[in-house]
Structure formats: structure tokens, C-alpha cells
């Protein structure tokens, strides 16, 4: 009987020294951003707590170029600014030509060439993540730079593409937003009704590219082709974009200086005009500097197109705050219309500024854009800046 029992704590104990042992010989999943990696040449084993792997399908994986000599028994994965060479038995090997050392050498077993996982993840600018609990190892690889900006630059320009096509809905979808974007493409395709304009990209910079992150600068250059008059506008723009599920989106886009594309002489070519429509214009004029001088908000807004009750009110605000700050006396100058369409018209404007407070007196060329009601009258739809300088 104690013979028995005592048989019997002998295979109960080989069972439970069993188990660990099966568990150790778990295979070890190894993961590439996400991705499973299947290995058919030889699995992944633990020896001395580094993972060793066959080469060939992990040097692809990473987007290395693999080449073997079978001679030297060396491996070596390429890329298009990355060479790296381990030897089999060897723990010293190369990046880019600087020697280093490794945990553990190279073997070569069954045919197969084993390489240490952490050494080439990290190698190639990325992390390797050993997890005990299910036996697996996690690896990122590290963003390329070269291709976050190519796909940057490729945004932005596509956003630009969008744009000319006056495709609101394609121009929005590249912009980062958790609610919709319902009205505002309600609100472009509105623009896209009235001006016809083409927009062209001169000069693109990324700023900053950090992590998931990008500032760019660019300098645009837009050209009206039809539609409601415009001047044509140098424009600098300030994009914030974020990466998000592993696609950059635009999240932000600001103009932060813009140039009218309009000389003086340019400016000073009289367009054919029909006398009353010429009066009409020039007095609207007049009454708007009258009334900037006598700091009437309300005469202001009198001889400006109204666009609701919020914008009004909001002008009205912006106004009178800066009647309480400035006293700036306008001297308008030299006028003239320098386009003319039924309902619409553009004058230029010079004027001397000058401010109660201070000595010098400005200079300043504008653009006011008009149109026409339907009783006739004639109201300013929109300002531009040509130039304003220091007096001479």
C-alpha cells in the first residue's frame, strides 16, 4: 500500500512539474505594429531573456531588403538610409558602418538563421515590448519622417486640389473634427456659387512634424477666374495637422498675412462707367470717410451692405471700441474705379491718416469692393488693404 501511495505522489508530482514545462514551451507570437508575423522557415524561442527569430520574414517585415552570404554565413537588410550586417556566432555587429554589440550572437539551427528581435527593432528606430504573460512580443516601428512628410505635403495639396475642384464635401474630409461639418460645406459650396478662383500652392514648409503633430507654412496664391469680383491675393496660411488612427488630417488652418496683388498703375485704370453709377459710388465713398472722421458709428454702418443682425451688431461693437481708443483723422486722396460689372464695382482710395496723438501722419492705399441694390443705392461689400506706410 505505501508502495502505492508512494507511486502515486511520484506521478502526481511529474505532473505538476509537467506543467510549467509545457507552458515554457508555449511558441512566442511576435507582432509588428499589430500585425501577427507568421514565421514558416522556424519559430521564435527564448534563450539567456532575448527572443531570437528567423531573419528573412522580419527584415521584410520592417522594410529592410534582405541579403545573405552564405560564404561569410552573414546577414545583411538594407534600406534607403540603413545597412544592417550580423554574423552567425558573432556578437559584435554593424549600423550603417558603426560597430555594436550584441546580447547574443547569431545561431544558425535546422537551416535557419536566428537573429536577437530586440537588437533589430530598436536598430531600425523602433520598440520591442516583451510580454511574460502570453509570451509575445510587441513591436513599433518608428515613424518615418521622409514619408510623414511626403504625406503631409500630399494633404496638403490635395486639400488645395479639392479646393479648385470646389468639391466642398472631399475639401472637409480631410479636416479633423469629432461633430459635423454639415455647414460648413453648406457655407463653401455658398462661396463656390459666387467667385470662381484658383488657388495655387507657391511655397510649402513643415515647421515642426512631432509624434502625431505638424505645423506647415505655405504661401498660396489666389487668382479670381470669374464669379463676384476679388483682387487677386498673395495669402500666407498657418496649418495645424494631427495623425490620428495613423492618417494625418488638417485640424486648423489660419491666414496670417495677405497681399493684395494689385499695383498703383493697375489701380488708376479707369474702367468705363456710367455716370450716375460713378456719382452714386463716389459720394457712398466720401460719406464713409465723413462719417469715420466724425467717429458716427451708425452713419458707418449706413453705407455698408448689411449681412444680418449679428454682423451688424458685432461691426457696430468693433467699431466703437475703436473710436474709443483711436482719434484718427482720414484725408481721403486720390479715387478710382477700376472695375465695373451690372451691380458691382471696385474703387481704389489713397488717404492720409492721422492720429490726435502722434506726430506723424500715415499713408494708405484701400480697396473697396460695392454693390448695387435694388433701389439703386450703393453699399461697400468688403475692404481691402493695398499698402500703409509712414508718411513721406
Same mark, same amino acid.
Given at each position: 500500500?505505501?508502495?502505492?501511495?508512494?507511486?502515486?505522489?511520484i506521478?502526481?508530482?511529474?505532473?505538476?512539474?509537467a506543467?510549467?514545462?509545457?507552458?515554457?514551451?508555449?511558441?512566442?507570437?511576435?507582432?509588428?505594429?499589430?500585425?501577427?508575423?507568421?514565421?514558416?522557415?522556424?519559430?521564435? &524561442?527564448?534563450?539567456?531573456?532575448?527572443?531570437?527569430?528567423?531573419?528573412r520574414?522580419?527584415?521584410?517585415?520592417?522594410?529592410?531588403?534582405?541579403?545573405?552570404?552564405?560564404?561569410?554565413?552573414?546577414?545583411?537588410?538594407?534600406?534607403a538610409?540603413l545597412?544592417?550586417?550580423?554574423k552567425?556566432?558573432?556578437?559584435?555587429?554593424?549600423?550603417?558602418?558603426?560597430?555594436k554589440?550584441?546580447?547574443?550572437?547569431?545561431?544558425?539551427?535546422?537551416?535557419?538563421?536566428?537573429?536577437?528581435?530586440?537588437?533589430?527593432?530598436?536598430?531600425?528606430?523602433?520598440?520591442?515590448?516583451?510580454?511574460?504573460a502570453?509570451r509575445?512580443?510587441?513591436?513599433?516601428?518608428?515613424?518615418?519622417?521622409?514619408?510623414?512628410?511626403?504625406?503631409?505635403?500630399?494633404?496638403?495639396?490635395l486639400?488645395?486640389? &479639392?479646393?479648385?475642384?470646389?468639391k466642398?464635401?472631399s475639401?472637409?474630409?480631410?479636416?479633423?473634427?469629432?461633430?459635423?461639418?454639415?455647414?460648413?460645406?453648406?457655407?463653401l459650396?455658398?462661396?463656390?456659387e459666387q467667385?470662381?478662383?484658383?488657388?495655387t500652392?507657391?511655397?510649402?514648409?513643415?515647421?515642426?512634424?512631432?509624434?502625431?503633430?505638424?505645423?506647415?507654412?505655405?504661401?498660396?496664391?489666389?487668382?479670381?477666374?470669374?464669379?463676384?469680383?476679388?483682387?487677386?491675393?498673395?495669402?500666407? &496660411?498657418l496649418?495645424?495637422?494631427?495623425?490620428?488612427?495613423?492618417?494625418?488630417k488638417?485640424?486648423?488652418?489660419?491666414?496670417?498675412?495677405?497681399t493684395?496683388?494689385?499695383?498703383r498703375?493697375?489701380?488708376?485704370?479707369a474702367?468705363?462707367?456710367?455716370p450716375?453709377?460713378?456719382?452714386?459710388?463716389?459720394?457712398?465713398?466720401?460719406?464713409?470717410?465723413?462719417?469715420?472722421n466724425?467717429?458716427?458709428?451708425?452713419?458707418?454702418?449706413?453705407?455698408?451692405?448689411s449681412?444680418?443682425?449679428?454682423?451688424?451688431?458685432?461691426?457696430?461693437?468693433?467699431?466703437?471700441?475703436?473710436?474709443?481708443?483711436?482719434?484718427?483723422?482720414?484725408?481721403?486722396?486720390?479715387?478710382?474705379i477700376?472695375?465695373?460689372?451690372?451691380g458691382?464695382?471696385?474703387? &481704389?482710395?489713397?488717404?492720409?491718416d492721422?492720429?490726435?496723438?502722434?506726430?506723424?501722419?500715415?499713408?494708405?492705399?484701400?480697396?473697396?469692393?460695392?454693390?448695387?441694390?435694388?433701389?439703386?443705392?450703393?453699399?461697400?461689400?468688403?475692404?481691402?488693404?493695398?499698402?500703409?506706410?509712414?508718411?513721406?
Amino acid at each position: 500500500m505505501k508502495k502505492l501511495l508512494s507511486l502515486l505522489s511520484i506521478s502526481l508530482l511529474a505532473l505538476v512539474l509537467a506543467v510549467p514545462a509545457f507552458a515554457a514551451a508555449k511558441p512566442i507570437d511576435v507582432y509588428i505594429n499589430g500585425s501577427k508575423v507568421t514565421f514558416a522557415a522556424g519559430s521564435p &524561442y527564448l534563450q539567456n531573456n532575448s527572443v531570437l527569430v528567423p531573419f528573412r520574414v522580419v527584415f521584410e517585415k520592417l522594410g529592410l531588403q534582405v541579403l545573405w552570404d552564405a560564404k561569410t554565413q552573414t546577414v545583411t537588410g538594407k534600406s534607403a538610409d540603413l545597412v544592417i550586417s550580423l554574423k552567425v556566432g558573432s556578437n559584435r555587429a554593424t549600423v550603417n558602418g558603426t560597430v555594436k554589440k550584441l546580447t547574443l550572437a547569431p545561431v544558425s539551427k535546422s537551416s535557419t538563421t536566428y537573429i536577437p528581435l530586440r537588437f533589430i527593432a530598436e536598430a531600425t528606430g523602433g520598440t520591442a515590448v516583451w510580454n511574460p504573460a502570453n509570451r509575445s512580443v510587441q513591436i513599433d516601428t518608428a515613424v518615418s519622417k521622409t514619408a510623414d512628410e511626403a504625406a503631409i505635403t500630399a494633404l496638403i495639396k490635395l486639400s488645395n486640389q &479639392y479646393y479648385n475642384e470646389e468639391k466642398a464635401i472631399s475639401f472637409y474630409s480631410l479636416m479633423d473634427s469629432e461633430s459635423s461639418y454639415t455647414e460648413s460645406v453648406s457655407d463653401l459650396n455658398t462661396t463656390f456659387e459666387q467667385y470662381d478662383l484658383k488657388n495655387t500652392i507657391d511655397n510649402l514648409e513643415i515647421l515642426s512634424l512631432k509624434g502625431n503633430e505638424a505645423t506647415v507654412y505655405t504661401i498660396e496664391h489666389s487668382v479670381r477666374t470669374g464669379g463676384y469680383y476679388m483682387p487677386d491675393q498673395q495669402i500666407e &496660411y498657418l496649418y495645424t495637422l494631427v495623425r490620428k488612427n495613423g492618417v494625418w488630417k488638417i485640424s486648423d488652418f489660419e491666414s496670417q498675412n495677405s497681399t493684395v496683388l494689385l499695383t498703383r498703375d493697375q489701380a488708376l485704370i479707369a474702367a468705363d462707367v456710367p455716370p450716375a453709377d460713378s456719382a452714386a459710388i463716389k459720394e457712398n465713398i466720401n460719406k464713409y470717410y465723413q462719417y469715420l472722421n466724425e467717429e458716427n458709428t451708425e452713419g458707418v454702418i449706413s453705407t455698408m451692405t448689411s449681412y444680418g443682425e449679428d454682423y451688424n451688431a458685432s461691426y457696430k461693437a468693433d467699431l466703437n471700441e475703436f473710436f474709443s481708443s483711436y482719434n484718427i483723422t482720414n484725408t481721403p486722396g486720390v479715387s478710382n474705379i477700376y472695375y465695373y460689372s451690372a451691380g458691382e464695382a471696385a474703387i &481704389y482710395v489713397e488717404s492720409k491718416d492721422k492720429d490726435a496723438s502722434e506726430a506723424e501722419t500715415y499713408e494708405q492705399g484701400n480697396i473697396f469692393i460695392l454693390s448695387k441694390a435694388d433701389n439703386g443705392s450703393w453699399t461697400i461689400d468688403d475692404t481691402y488693404n493695398v499698402f500703409y506706410e509712414l508718411s513721406k
